[in-house]
């Protein structure tokens, strides 16, 4: 999990998430008396990343901080009786790393994390927070090659295969659940699963209901599909169509082919959860047929995407891609502290076609490296948002083609009265954006407010007053909806 903490300071943030639980702390905080500020004068924004597995959690920073500063951290299952002054929990900042031991398996827990000079509890700055859940436990654990052994199933070629993952995952029964928290429980202990043009299935269809899969450990595990064919538009890593419950997290899957995670859904398919998930998308897509890191057909159902982090290195990539059809919808219902990042051309943050419906998003940046980039495009048949809020679009430094934070086509809607503290950003002072916000179509509607705002004369940091002006911005004082800053680092 990656969340965004509020101290004294603006958090920031960055652009991946890497380990198991994954919540990644972007902030500054430090000892005032060697710096101004709060913050470390050798690194100005420090990042604690939070790796979580069933019974303990690692804490890991930045080990160039200098040598003089303790890093100290209290948990415990209430927030309100933390006190970094008292942890007992500590280590030298240059350390880069501490984990705590003995939590309960599927349980949630608060922390604190102090920054001061070791052994002068008097100078810890404030602290940056926030919350994890240790993962449920494992009814299985899957080392290197486990599945190619003989005896799980394997064909003993020395390679952990997509057939034998597959026949080993559908042929779980309910008796294999043994912390009765109804999910099949799968942990991958630093395992690679993989496929070539010659090994196996094109992809791994999960038709077994309520399996958790996660990675365990400090270095996630690989979902690794090496197959490309540009004739073949199926070919995906993850796939499921009539099963229900799967949940993915601490994973890194890779795909050649056009979707990393896909959902037919012919019938009524869902995800729980993608938990700190990396899904990275090589090759190039075609404008038809969006290179997706995750993918959504029909009546296709996602409950919660956490922490995720998708990176399509080709032209006509998409994060996500929302394809319903007529009679049918594809739902997504919450999208919170993830990242997704496009850097070829023609790419999409969001792509909605035909009927959909994303109802929240919070915390979520989205990435354009490229040009001729949407960040969010609502097209035929339209979509809604209901509600966005923390999330930020950002365009890199490439002059050129065109460029669209929110854009819209033939039909759609956007509800402008639950939009709350967004930034449109752009690295280019001159010609970033051609329009915030864009419909080519009077069917296209932002609720609340029908202007399209032209980004043409909006240089420096502007504020507009979009959706609830009752809301503030970060730093609780002028109140703004949609803020954009053009020219410098993004915010």
Request: glycine fraction near 10%; aromatic fraction near 10%; hydrophobic fraction near 35%.
């Amino acid at each position: 999990m990656r969340i965004r903490a509020f101290a004294a300071f603006l958090c920031v943030c960055t652009f991946f998430v890497l380990g198991c639980e994954g919540t990644k702390l972007d902030g500054q905080f430090g000892n005032p008396s060697e710096s101004s500020g709060n913050t470390f004068q050798s690194d100005p924004v420090t990042e604690v990343l939070v790796l979580s597995a069933d019974d303990e959690v690692t804490f890991r920073w930045d080990e160039k901080l200098g040598t003089s500063e303790q890093i100290y951290i209290d948990y415990g299952t209430s927030l309100s009786s933390l006190d970094c002054k008292n942890a007992t929990n500590t280590a030298p900042a240059n350390s880069g790393k501490l984990t705590i031991t003995g939590l309960t398996p599927n349980t949630s827990y608060y922390y604190k994390i102090c920054a001061g000079l070791s052994g002068q509890a008097t100078s810890l700055s404030d602290p940056l927070s926030g919350s994890l859940t240790t993962r449920p436990v494992c009814d299985y654990t899957l080392t290197p090659l486990w599945l190619d052994a003989g005896a799980n199933g394997g064909n003993d070629d020395g390679i952990d295969s997509f057939d034998e993952f597959e026949t080993f995952i559908n042929a779980m029964t309910d008796l294999d659940n043994s912390d009765g928290l109804n999910k099949k429980t799968v942990c991958l202990q630093n395992v690679t699963i993989r496929n070539t043009a010659w090994l196996g299935e094109d992809r791994i269809d999960v038709n077994n209901n309520d399996v958790y899969i996660m990675g365990k450990g400090e270095s996630r595990s690989l979902i690794d599909n090496q197959r490309e064919d540009a004739t073949q538009t199926e070919h995906t890593t993850i796939f499921i169509d009539t099963n229900t419950g799967l949940s993915l997290a601490n994973l890194k899957i890779t795909s050649r082919g056009y979707r990393g995670i896909a959902i037919d859904a012919s019938a009524d398919s869902s995800f729980d959860l993608i938990d700190t998930v990396e899904v990275v998308s090589f090759g190039d897509g075609t404008l038809g047929q969006f290179k997706s890191g995750i993918f959504l057909y029909r009546n296709a159902v996602i409950n919660l995407i956490k922490d995720t982090t998708v990176i399509t290195h080709g032209s006509q990539g998409a994060g996500i891609t929302f394809f319903g059809d007529a009679g049918n919808t594809a739902t997504v219902n919450k999208i919170e502290n993830s990242h997704f990042i496009h850097y070829g051309n023609n790419s999409r943050g969001i792509h909605f076609e035909h009927n959909n419906d994303l109802l929240e998003v919070d915390n979520l940046t989205i990435t354009l490296a490229g040009t001729y980039n949407y960040g969010i495009f609502i097209g035929t048949n339209g979509g809604s948002i209901q509600k966005m809020s923390n999330s930020k679009i950002e365009l890199l430094g490439i002059a050129g083609g065109t460029n669209r934070a929110i854009a819209m086509d033939t039909a759609g809607y956007f509800d402008t009265a639950f939009i709350t503290n967004n930034i449109f950003c752009s690295q280019l002072s001159v010609n970033p954006f051609d329009f915030l916000l864009y419909d080519s179509n009077t069917t296209a509607e932002y609720s609340g407010n029908t202007n399209s705002y032209n980004s043409g004369s909006n240089f420096g940091v502007q504020t507009f007053p979009w959706g609830d002006s009752s809301d503030t911005n970060l730093e609780s004082s002028t109140p703004w909806n949609l803020q954009t800053q053009w020219g410098g680092v993004c915010p």
